[in-house]
């Protein structure tokens, strides 16, 4: 694999029991890659350790006076030098190129885990350790794969070096080839606890970016309460906690390099001592001595590698067991690809399929081609909610209490898609489960727009530019979700600020973060919209939209989304009284359906919650949603909604994802 040709077509299917599992099974990937840089690095070595046949050659040549064999003894240097320069510049090569292969492929198979589990994953796992393991600790697996081709030769030519001076001058060979292995050998008494404290760095600089991950996520809101300081505190102390750690293990690892520098040393003296003993008794030549003092010098550059190689694999290890944690997570319910009703939903043509989307936990049912308005008391729940009408199940273990009691009430319709014990049941799409529908085929039909949508850095008509199906242009999009003051506002910060420039070609700062809150969600809305999927989601599309825009942005939202099934979690009254169907979930079932009108004046609890009336004293309260008292659409949409909730991360068609 060369590094022109990534990123792979198929990064594989990595074996994620451990650590070293996960290693062992990226080294197995790249045999190719491995053996030839080994055998470059065995030129390399093999070169540099006989420097000392030629240099004892020539020592042996000037004793006897002999000038041919001095000459031929310069020629020897002068090509083992160039075969020591080629060997040393193709092992770099070899070896970087297994680097940079290696974390090219973990880290496709960490977005291919991404994509897969939506916001499942930051559920599952703090998104600062997502972070640390795609950057950080790719590095660090990727410098195990390098530094084993090199530690593969060394270890060869070090064999290879102890046999021929057995060889050539036993006395002496023997005396190296029980020094080395105990060379070797000697620092690995250390090892164990050098690993611990490398494994304790790693898990506090984990914590600590966890740390400062979700401070700066956060710091908005931190701001508006005053507790950056706090969190700053916070911060502080991990960081400290991260430099004891880090000096403690640099102080193991500058012992074991110790070890490395004064082990060779005290064999260098007694080869020495030995070898001129014999050479004084005349059992070895002068020729001899200097050949096996040199190629005893020489072996101290391959025994380097010996502790690179266990430095590598310790920073490595803990990297490799997170990464294998994060590879190894599976959606909740996930059926077998092309097979069961899943395959027969989605057709041998791959086209989409559809019908009534049903949740038989919560007994909230969205009838084919109309809009459907879900109101709920709790912005949580309704986050939860609408991953279940996109897809997701919720982890084992999650909402378990909620899950179970909506089971236990729903009634009939849960018995129409039974779930397994303990795990709550899928929504139902036409009558098929989504989670025995393959992924691919889920997310081409059921799309979920989040409360807090992602918009990607990049130019407008890069956010625009999502699998389609050709039926909504990107100026219709754009008109219904009126975009209208986005536009100018882009075209105005665009070279020159002129305002004449195309503002599909303006770039959008990290996130959106140039625009307002309500800009960044009409946005968002004109990119579902243009996607013209075949059943919508959307959570909160209008919480941060002023009431004259959000009466026009529904207008535009029901006209351009006829026929097709939208199902709009909201409690604005604006979107709510244009809707065909409205649903008001209660203790997390559905608790009524009718129209708005109607309900406002059969159902108190809705009425409180979409009036924020206050409740009678027999009727449990709700959760105060800040919407309009006199129900004429001011102000309506803050809904005051948490945007870091667990319906923020993204989900089965979200929408960042596609982009």
């Not at 599952?124 to 990727?142: H, L, Q």
């Not at 949580?380 to 909402?399: C, S």
């Not at 406002?600 to 409740?615: I, N, W």
């Amino acid at each position: 694999m060369h590094i022109r040709d990534l990123p792979y077509p198929d990064p594989g299917l990595p074996d994620v029991r451990s650590g070293p599992h996960f290693l062992w099974w990226l080294g197995r990937n790249q045999l190719g890659g491995q053996v030839k840089a080994a055998l470059w690095g065995l030129l390399h070595m093999a070169a540099l350790v006989s420097f000392p046949v030629a240099i004892g050659f020539g020592v042996q040549a000037v004793v006897d006076g002999s000038g041919g064999r001095l000459a031929l003894a310069g020629g020897l240097i002068a090509g083992l030098t160039a075969l020591t320069a080629l060997g040393d510049t193709m092992l770099h090569r070899a070896a970087i190129t297994n680097w940079i292969t290696a974390a090219a492929r973990v880290q496709q198979l960490l977005a291919r885990k991404a994509v897969d589990l939506g916001s499942t994953l930051t559920r599952r796992v703090a998104a600062g350790e997502v972070v640390a393991v795609s950057t950080g600790d790719v590095e660090k697996i990727g410098w195990f794969v390098e530094a084993l081709s090199r530690f593969t030769a060394a270890a060869i030519t070090t064999v290879g070096v102890c046999v021929a001076l057995i060889v050539y001058q036993p006395a002496l060979g023997m005396v190296v080839a029980l020094g080395v292995p105990a060379l070797a050998l000697a620092v690995f008494p250390l090892l164990p606890r050098a690993t611990r404290r490398a494994d304790e760095q790693r898990e506090k600089a984990g914590r600590a970016t966890e740390l400062a991950s979700d401070t700066v996520a956060g710091l908005r809101v931190l701001r508006g309460i005053g507790g950056e300081e706090l969190f700053l505190d916070r911060y502080r102390r991990a960081s400290q906690e991260v430099r004891t750690a880090a000096v403690r293990s640099a102080r193991m690892w500058a012992l074991i390099a110790a070890v490395q520098v004064a082990l060779p040393g005290l064999l260098m003296i007694g080869v020495v001592w030995y070898g001129a003993t014999l050479a004084r008794e005349g059992q070895i030549s002068v020729g001899e001595l200097v050949t096996v003092y040199s190629a005893v010098t020489f072996l101290l550059f391959p025994l380097r590698n010996f502790e690179e190689i266990a430095m590598a694999y310790s920073f490595s290890r803990p990297s490799a067991r997170r990464a294998a944690r994060v590879l190894g997570l599976r959606r909740s319910s996930y059926g077998a690809e092309g097979s069961g009703a899943g395959a027969a939903a989605d057709g041998a043509d791959g086209e989409k399929f559809g019908g009534d989307l049903y949740d038989p936990a919560s007994g909230v049912l969205a009838p084919a081609g109309q809009l459907t308005a879900v109101v709920c008391g709790d912005p949580d729940l309704a986050g939860r909610l609408a991953d279940r009408l996109g897809g997701h199940a919720p982890d084992d273990g999650d909402n378990k209490d909620e899950d179970d009691k909506a089971k236990g009430e729903a009634g009939g319709g849960a018995a129409e898609a039974e779930a397994e014990p303990g795990r709550t049941p899928s929504a139902l799409l036409g009558g098929v489960r989504l989670d025995e529908v393959p992924l691919a085929a889920a997310r081409r039909t059921v799309l979920v727009q989040d409360k807090d949508p992602v918009l990607l850095s990049g130019t407008l008509a890069e956010l625009l530019d999502v699998p389609r199906s050709g039926a909504v242009t990107v100026t219709e999009a754009l008109e219904a979700a009126q975009c209208g003051d986005v536009l100018d506002a882009l075209a105005q910060a665009s070279v020159g600020g002129s305002g004449a420039a195309d503002p599909l070609h303006a770039r959008i700062t990290e996130r959106g973060r140039s625009l307002s809150g309500g800009q960044r969600q009409r946005l968002a809305l004109a990119r579902s919209l243009v996607t013209d999927p075949e059943v919508l989601v959307l959570d909160e599309p209008t919480s941060a939209v002023d009431s004259h825009t959000e009466a026009r942005v529904a207008q535009g939202l029901r006209r351009l989304r006829t026929g097709r099934t939208t199902v709009v979690f909201t409690s604005s009254p604006l979107l709510l009284d244009r809707a065909d169907r409205v649903v008001f979930v209660r203790d997390g079932k559905a608790a009524a359906a009718g129209l708005h009108r109607e309900l406002l004046g059969t159902e108190y609890a809705y009425r409180a919650v979409v009036t924020r009336e206050p409740d009678e004293p027999d009727e449990p309260a709700e959760a105060d949603l800040e919407t309009d008292p006199n129900g004429d659409g001011a102000d309506h949409g803050a809904t005051g909604h948490d945007a870091s909730g667990p319906g923020a991360a993204g989900r089965i068609g979200k929408i960042g994802e596609s982009a």
